[in-house]
């Protein structure tokens, strides 16, 4: 069956660390990969995707992802994280075959920056 | 433009009570979906619509009935709720088939089965 791994389910950091949260997907095919985020308090939302072209893609808050196919990683990355960036972050992916356009969701990994 | 909304916010069971769950949308979208949020497991998929009239099963089905007799509404029900149903439910809407597409998510109901 198809899944997707997130390997890292509590991050703490302190504020002006580098982030990285690792992101794997077992599916042999096309795929379409996307990391959402949900501050606490509020509604899941969309931080960024990919769907061809440029595997590194840019996102909201400065954050970015580089998709690597020969790895099936979408790891989330940001160069200097901030005390709001405390939430819980999930990785989706999207198979080509599913013509129900459904996401597969990872467990998610909740982010804590220290002030 | 509210996007997604969830009614209610909270809610406590007993085993054996039915309820349900309502989500609206005011994005004109195609696409709904029923997630349960449970810790360590990510959102599994419940049902989903794809247009007005129609629904079809996700991951985690049994359980659950739900209706989409208007486009911008998608009803989840428990007919016999059980302990195992306690989770938070996320309604989301996408507004095509395409995967351009992103999900837009409701704020979540917190559902107790005692």
């Known amino acids: 069956a198809q899944s997707v791994s997130q390997h890292n389910h509590h991050v703490i950091l302190s504020e002006a660390a580098s982030l990285e949260l690792g992101c794997n997907y077992s599916?042999?095919?096309?795929?379409?990969l996307f990391w959402y985020v949900q501050y606490p308090g509020q509604h899941l939302q969309l931080l960024l995707k990919?769907?061809?072209?440029d595997p590194l893609v840019k996102g909201i808050k400065g954050f970015e992802a580089e998709f690597i196919k020969s790895k099936f990683s979408f790891n989330l990355r940001k160069p200097s994280v901030q005390w709001s960036d405390t939430a819980e972050y999930f990785c989706?992916?999207?198979?080509?075959?599913?013509?129900?356009?459904?996401?597969?969701w990872g467990a998610g990994t909740k982010l804590i920056i220290k002030p | 433009n509210a996007g997604v909304t969830q009614t209610p916010k909270f809610r406590v069971l007993k085993t054996g009570q039915s309820m349900t769950l309502l989500c609206a949308q005011d994005m004109n979208h195609e696409y709904m979906y029923w997630y349960r949020q449970d810790p360590g497991m990510g959102l599994r998929l419940i049902h989903y619509s794809v247009g007005e009239g129609t629904t079809a099963k996700g991951e985690v089905p049994d359980g659950y009935n739900v209706s989409r007799l208007k486009k911008q509404n998608f009803l989840l029900g428990l007919e016999s709720a059980a302990p195992s149903q306690t989770s938070v439910y996320f309604c989301?809407?996408?507004?095509?088939?395409?995967?351009?597409?992103?999900?837009?998510f409701g704020p979540g109901t917190r559902l107790t089965v005692t």
């Open positions: 989301a809407s996408s507004s095509s088939g395409g995967y351009s597409y992103e999900q837009y």
């Open positions: 990919y769907f061809s072209g």
């Open positions: 989706a992916v999207a198979p080509s075959t599913d013509s129900n356009y459904q996401l597969i």
């Open positions: 599916y042999g095919g096309t795929v379409n």
